[in-house]
């Protein structure tokens, strides 16, 4: 019976669409003659009478069919009541449906045999086999109550057969909620086919992957590599279409040349692997879009001639796109040469401005003008032949939506000031509207301003998701209450009279009612700042990820050093307290408007200090007689007092006091070949013996304070953590594999710094497959195919050919294929293992732009240089590379930017598109925030980075 009722439920819910939608894997099928195949329908011969409407007793037999019981129930022996049923031939059907409680007939003894079935029939039945009583006048009212049907459903209509077979069909293609299967596969009549992934580049930092079939998308894991390197996805960066059969996967960089493996598991037993061949970004057209270029508007002088035409200037809008179709004009409209036949070309945002400094423009003068784009792969070219005209006004708006940088949802609860509603225009002649223009011909009035009100004259830009769009900013209501519900903006251009109606939904938001402050763990007097442990729960009892500090007051006993702060990257709330000094501290939070508070007292403990070494990360246990290994302070993890990690890496708190201790309890097995005195040192671990070994990481003293004492210092007692090292013969390794090869720089003088030499990493598995044994090079060789390389302390080198000539590198092949043979000294054979890589004399540029630090804080109110510090930018080589002349900084998002007494700040000494180098501000204060992109110049590889002022 439960099959049955997840068929009905699905059919029902698509019943009243009666959409043509058919299988996808039969959409070259009639639904009716897909149904025919299955056996659902037999219709007389070719005739599936897709024309025709239902009797009540064929439904009946249509839904036999459907569960696989079609045999049973025209086996059914009479039981039913019903006189009108006349023929025999129904009345197993109709006796196995009574029996079902899928009909009890219009009365006792009236089957209503005959009768065109009715919606609100068909739904009777369906609610009847959902196991609910209800009486055949409210069969509507409960159809819609379970989800069977909507309010636009007619339940008195007579469908066609055709349109209830598309329902169908669509029914046994729709996913049973839980059964991660169709009801066509749970029930037996559809063949489950295996699941096919295939990807393709639709946008220069987006991938699509398409499915044969409609999948589990929670399930569905999708990771991007490129070589051996993995390709950063967007935060929510992995989006699917509706029928659950296309992921976007949006990337945090551009792709580049060269093969991406985009790889889908947790579908199928194999992960579904998929080869995308990527282009770098390529500029594919410039586009004019208009052939009209009104002359220029006055802006400067005497208030009698502002806003008149200023003939000396005619302008027009252009749209570049890459390979894509993609709207790319901010990156690349200044590697374009414009050249008019009258006057000289400035270009920026879009829009190109002739200036005629000798003869003014005339109305209809003809100006041809020609873009030009020089281009390793060919000249991008445009050439327009425009006509003046008469001076641009407003004449189009397009709204694209309400934008919210973190992608909240517009509630009463919401900072309105963060929410802003993107716009296009366009004036007379279809040319892109500038900021100016929009700020100065374009009236906004709200209809309700007590859900939120919209000012004219305030549109800004840098907005949208890639910071290249026009934005209106939301304002407060006017009323000190929230109120929700829908609000009309009108934009009315105020030269041609044109008017925009745009609705905005503002949902009822979350008011916090209660916040509980909890009990913290152990806090030390050195600790700075902590964050306070707290539920924040609204008047719907659901938990607050979010809170605003004007939402409650916080009080601490040490003169209120206590504060909401917010994570930007988490974006959740946090509350912070400054820790007072050791001994009993209170803190309290109060809802205002209320007389709901929480209070909590605790000790402030003495000041925390390295007490003991708690563990080890990142070291192999398991090495051969000969091996090596090198650690540091990053591979030793010490513990304060109150048995939380101590964080030795400052090097004047803990150096200054302590060193760590290395030794080996049998020196004959492994030695140790020193201590750690300075964050820079390090330890040789070498393996000398089979057998095994402790060694032993502890806290010593440090004498006076020096460097590196001519004695050694005192270990401190139980501040010891061992380490039991296995070393290991050669007969105790059982596989050895070779580490991927990174593609190697070819350059003439590489070695001076050495960073283009890679690693040639053998390395040793036991018998488990996974334990990792660390081997000595000793035991195997390294032989190349190309004199142009060789091998030496471990790394592979690529410039033993000063020349290039042993690679053939020539004008058009600058990237050629290598491979080295490593020779394994294994227990039984020797064993080769050859490894394939490239050698490359292509230039070093910019190919990866991250950072481990998307949120700066400043404290220096007057320059923000400090962004690019947090800027990671490696070559094509996988090495470090990228100063700020290499980058281009663009600012957006500026919030709360105005000086203490409400003017504008001061402007950026910068101007937007110029090099990081001069990137600096000056009239920032505390609580300004604003965004700089960073694009290579080269490559234009971008990272965002959110700065605050502190």
Same mark, same amino acid.
């Given at each position: 019976?439960?099959?049955?009722?997840?068929?009905?439920?699905?059919?029902?819910?698509?019943?009243?669409m009666?959409?043509?939608?058919?299988?996808?894997a039969?959409?070259?099928?009639?639904?009716?003659?897909?149904?025919?195949?299955?056996?659902?329908?037999?219709?007389n011969?070719?005739?599936?009478?897709?024309?025709?409407t239902?009797k009540?007793?064929?439904?009946?037999?249509?839904?036999s069919?459907?569960?696989?019981?079609?045999?049973?129930?025209k086996?059914?022996?009479?039981?039913?009541?019903?006189?009108?049923?006349?023929?025999?031939?129904?009345?197993?059907?109709?006796?196995?449906?009574v029996?079902?409680?899928?009909?009890?007939?219009?009365?006792?003894?009236?089957?209503?045999?005959?009768?065109?079935?009715?919606?609100?029939?068909?739904?009777?039945?369906?609610?009847?086999?959902?196991?609910?009583?209800?009486?055949?006048a409210?069969?509507?009212?409960?159809?819609?109550?379970?989800?069977?049907?909507?309010?636009?459903?007619d339940?008195?209509?007579?469908?066609?057969?055709?349109a209830?077979?598309?329902?169908?069909?669509?029914?046994?293609?729709?996913?049973?909620?839980?059964?991660g299967?169709?009801?066509?596969?749970?029930?037996?009549?559809?063949?489950v086919?295996?699941?096919?992934?295939?990807?393709?580049?639709?946008?220069?930092?987006?991938?699509?992957?398409?499915?044969?079939?409609?999948?589990?998308?929670?399930?569905?894991?999708?990771?991007?590599?490129?070589?051996?390197?993995?390709?950063?996805?967007?935060?929510?960066?992995?989006k699917?279409?509706?029928?659950?059969?296309?992921?976007?996967?949006?990337?945090?960089?551009?792709?580049?040349?060269?093969?991406?493996?985009?790889?889908?598991?947790?579908?199928?037993?194999?992960?579904?692997?998929?080869?995308?061949t990527?282009?770098?970004?390529?500029?594919?057209?410039?586009?004019?879009?208009?052939?009209?270029?009104?002359?220029?508007?006055?802006?400067?002088?005497?208030?009698?001639?502002?806003?008149?035409?200023?003939?000396?200037?005619?302008?027009?809008?252009y749209?570049?796109?890459?390979?894509?179709?993609?709207?790319?004009?901010?990156?690349?409209?200044?590697?374009?040469?414009?050249?008019?036949?009258?006057?000289t070309?400035?270009?920026?945002?879009?829009?190109?401005?002739?200036?005629?400094?000798?003869?003014?423009?005339?109305?209809?003068?003809?100006?041809?003008?020609?873009?030009?784009?020089?281009?390793?792969?060919?000249?991008?070219?445009?050439?327009?032949?425009?006509?003046?005209?008469?001076?641009?006004?407003?004449?189009?708006?397009?709204?694209?939506?309400?934008?919210?940088? *973190?992608?909240?949802?517009?509630? !009463? =609860? $919401?900072?309105?000031?963060? %929410? +802003? #509603?993107?716009? /296009?225009?366009?004036?007379?002649?279809?040319?892109?509207?500038?900021?100016?223009?929009?700020?100065?011909?374009?009236?906004?009035?709200?209809?309700?301003?007590?859900?939120?009100?919209?000012?004219?004259?305030?549109?800004?830009?840098?907005?949208?998701?890639?910071?290249?769009?026009?934005?209106?900013?939301?304002?407060?209501?006017?009323?000190?209450?929230?109120?929700?519900?829908?609000?009309?903006?009108?934009?009315i251009?105020?030269?041609?009279?044109?008017?925009?109606?745009?609705?905005?939904?503002?949902g009822?938001?979350?008011?916090?009612?209660?916040?509980?402050?909890?009990?913290?763990?152990?806090?030390?007097?050195?600790?700075?700042?902590?964050?306070?442990?707290?539920?924040?729960?609204?008047?719907?009892?659901?938990?607050?990820?979010?809170?605003? *500090?004007?939402?409650?007051?916080? !009080? =601490? $006993?040490?003169?209120?050093? %206590? +504060? #909401?702060?917010? /994570?930007?990257?988490?974006k959740e709330?946090?509350?912070?307290?400054?820790v007072?000094?050791?001994?009993?501290?209170?803190?309290?939070?109060?809802?205002p408007?209320?007389?709901?508070?929480?209070?909590?007292?605790?000790?402030?403990?003495?000041?925390?200090?390295?007490?003991?070494?708690?563990?080890?990360?990142?070291?192999?246990?398991?090495?051969?007689?000969?091996?090596?290994?090198?650690?540091?302070?990053?591979?030793?993890?010490?513990?304060?007092?109150?048995?939380?990690?101590?964080?030795?890496?400052?090097t004047?708190?803990?150096?200054?006091?302590?060193?760590?201790?290395?030794?080996?309890?049998?020196?004959?097995?492994?030695?140790?070949?020193?201590?750690?005195?300075?964050?820079?040192?390090?330890?040789?671990?070498?393996?000398?013996?089979?057998?095994?070994?402790?060694?032993?990481?502890?806290?010593?003293?440090?004498?006076?304070?020096? #460097?590196?004492?001519?004695?050694?210092?005192?270990?401190?007692?139980?501040?010891?953590?061992?380490?039991r090292?296995?070393?290991?013969?050669?007969a105790?390794?059982?596989?050895f594999?070779?580490?991927?090869?990174p593609?190697?720089?070819?350059?003439?003088?590489?070695?001076?710094?050495?960073?283009?030499?890679?690693?040639?990493?053998?390395i040793?598995?036991?018998?488990?497959?996974?334990?990792?044994?660390?081997?000595?090079?000793?035991?195997?060789?390294?032989?190349?195919?190309?004199?142009g390389?060789?091998?030496?302390?471990?790394?592979?080198?690529?410039?033993?050919?000063?020349?290039?000539?042993?690679?053939?590198?020539?004008?058009?092949?600058?990237?050629?294929?290598?491979?080295?043979?490593?020779?394994?000294?294994?227990?039984?054979?020797?064993?080769?293992?050859?490894?394939?890589?490239?050698?490359?004399?292509?230039?070093?540029?910019?190919?990866?732009?991250?950072?481990?630090?998307?949120?700066?804080?400043?404290?220096?109110t007057?320059?923000?240089?400090?962004?690019?510090?947090?800027?990671?930018?490696?070559?094509?080589?996988?090495?470090?590379?990228?100063?700020?002349?290499?980058?281009y900084?663009?600012?957006?998002?500026?919030?709360n930017?105005?000086?203490?007494?409400?003017?504008?700040?001061?402007?950026?000494?910068?101007?937007?598109?110029?090099?990081a180098?001069?990137?600096?501000?000056?009239?920032?204060?505390?609580?300004?925030?604003?965004?700089?992109?960073?694009?290579?110049?080269?490559?234009?590889?971008?990272?965002?980075?959110?700065?605050?002022?502190?």
């Amino acid at each position: 019976m439960k099959k049955s009722l997840s068929l009905l439920v699905a059919i029902a819910m698509v019943f009243s669409m009666f959409a043509t939608v058919v299988s996808a894997a039969e959409e070259t099928k009639s639904a009716g003659k897909f149904l025919n195949e299955l056996g659902v329908i037999k219709g007389n011969g070719s005739d599936l009478k897709e024309d025709q409407t239902w009797k009540r007793q064929d439904i009946i037999v249509l839904l036999s069919r459907l569960l696989g019981e079609e045999a049973a129930a025209k086996a059914t022996a009479k039981s039913h009541t019903f006189k009108d049923v006349t023929n025999k031939d129904y009345d197993g059907y109709i006796s196995w449906a009574v029996a079902k409680k899928l009909t009890t007939g219009k009365t006792a003894t009236d089957f209503g045999y005959g009768d065109e079935l009715k919606n609100q029939e068909f739904y009777a039945f369906v609610i009847r086999a959902f196991g609910q009583e209800v009486a055949y006048a409210d069969v509507p009212a409960a159809a819609i109550k379970y989800g069977f049907a909507t309010d636009k459903t007619d339940f008195a209509a007579i469908p066609l057969r055709g349109a209830t077979y598309e329902a169908i069909v669509k029914a046994l293609n729709t996913e049973v909620p839980g059964k991660g299967q169709t009801l066509g596969e749970l029930l037996g009549l559809i063949k489950v086919t295996e699941i096919k992934a295939t990807a393709s580049a639709v946008g220069v930092k987006k991938l699509e992957v398409k499915f044969n079939q409609a999948v589990d998308t929670a399930k569905a894991k999708i990771t991007v590599k490129k070589g051996s390197a993995t390709v950063n996805v967007a935060d929510e960066g992995v989006k699917f279409s509706e029928d659950k059969k296309t992921a976007t996967v949006t990337l945090v960089n551009k792709l580049t040349a060269g093969d991406y493996s985009v790889s889908v598991a947790d579908l199928t037993k194999e992960p579904l692997v998929s080869t995308v061949t990527a282009e770098d970004e390529l500029v594919k057209e410039i586009k004019f879009l208009s052939d009209k270029a009104p002359v220029g508007t006055v802006t400067t002088g005497l208030p009698a001639v502002i806003g008149t035409a200023d003939y000396s200037k005619i302008s027009v809008s252009y749209k570049i796109t890459n390979q894509y179709g993609e709207d790319v004009t901010k990156s690349y409209e200044g590697g374009f040469q414009f050249s008019p036949s009258k006057g000289t070309a400035s270009a920026s945002n879009g829009k190109l401005t002739v200036t005629s400094s000798a003869n003014n423009y005339l109305i209809n003068e003809l100006v041809v003008v020609t873009a030009v784009r020089p281009d390793k792969a060919g000249a991008t070219t445009a050439v327009a032949t425009l006509t003046v005209s008469a001076q641009s006004r407003v004449d189009k708006i397009e709204v694209k939506g309400v934008y919210n940088e *973190a992608g909240k949802t517009l509630q !009463t =609860s $919401s900072t309105f000031a963060d %929410f +802003f #509603v993107l716009v /296009d225009a366009f004036d007379q002649y279809g040319n892109k509207s500038s900021l100016t223009e929009l700020n100065d011909q374009v009236s906004v009035f709200v209809t309700n301003p007590t859900i939120f009100q919209a000012n004219e004259g305030s549109f800004v830009d840098g907005q949208g998701a890639n910071g290249d769009q026009i934005g209106l900013p939301l304002v407060a209501p006017t009323t000190t209450f929230s109120t929700d519900g829908k609000n009309t903006i009108r934009f009315i251009t105020q030269y041609t009279g044109k008017t925009v109606n745009y609705d905005v939904e503002v949902g009822k938001g979350k008011k916090l009612q209660t916040l509980t402050l909890q009990q913290p763990g152990t806090i030390a007097a050195n600790d700075g700042t902590v964050k306070i442990p707290f539920e924040a729960v609204d008047q719907n009892g659901e938990v607050l990820k979010t809170i605003d *500090a004007a939402q409650v007051t916080l !009080t =601490s $006993s040490n003169n209120n050093q %206590f +504060f #909401v702060k917010y /994570d930007h990257v988490k974006k959740e709330s946090y509350l912070e307290w400054t820790v007072g000094a050791e001994g009993p501290h209170s803190l309290t939070a109060f809802v205002p408007g209320s007389t709901k508070h929480s209070q909590i007292s605790f000790n402030v403990k003495e000041n925390a200090r390295a007490h003991t070494v708690g563990g080890v990360s990142k070291i192999t246990k398991d090495m051969m007689v000969g091996a090596v290994q090198t650690i540091n302070e990053d591979n030793i993890v010490i513990y304060d007092q109150f048995g939380r990690v101590y964080d030795h890496t400052d090097t004047t708190a803990f150096y200054n006091q302590y060193s760590i201790a290395v030794t080996s309890s049998n020196s004959a097995k492994a030695s140790v070949t020193d201590w750690i005195y300075t964050a820079n040192d390090s330890v040789t671990i070498n393996a000398l013996v089979k057998g095994s070994e402790n060694i032993t990481i502890a806290l010593a003293t440090k004498a006076n304070n020096t #460097v590196t004492p001519a004695v050694p210092v005192a270990i401190i007692d139980n501040t010891g953590y061992n380490v039991r090292l296995g070393v290991l013969a050669l007969a105790d390794v059982a596989t050895f594999e070779v580490a991927d090869l990174p593609t190697i720089f070819f350059n003439a003088d590489q070695d001076a710094p050495g960073k283009y030499a890679v690693d040639v990493k053998v390395i040793g598995k036991k018998a488990d497959g996974k334990t990792e044994v660390i081997v000595p090079r000793s035991i195997y060789t390294v032989t190349d195919n190309n004199a142009g390389i060789f091998y030496a302390n471990g790394k592979l080198h690529g410039n033993n050919d000063t020349d290039g000539s042993d690679f053939g590198f020539t004008s058009t092949v600058s990237t050629v294929d290598v491979a080295v043979t490593v020779i394994v000294d294994s227990p039984n054979q020797p064993l080769p293992i050859v490894k394939a890589t490239k050698v490359s004399k292509a230039d070093r540029v910019v190919t990866t732009v991250s950072t481990d630090n998307p949120v700066k804080t400043l404290v220096d109110t007057t320059i923000s240089t400090q962004a690019f510090a947090q800027v990671i930018s490696k070559d094509q080589y996988g090495v470090a590379f990228g100063a700020a002349t290499d980058f281009y900084a663009t600012v957006t998002n500026l919030t709360n930017f105005s000086t203490t007494d409400g003017a504008p700040a001061l402007a950026p000494t910068f101007v937007n598109g110029s090099s990081a180098e001069g990137l600096a501000f000056t009239g920032l204060k505390t609580g300004d925030t604003f965004e700089v992109t960073f694009n290579s110049k080269k490559t234009n590889h971008s990272v965002k980075i959110k700065v605050i002022v502190q």
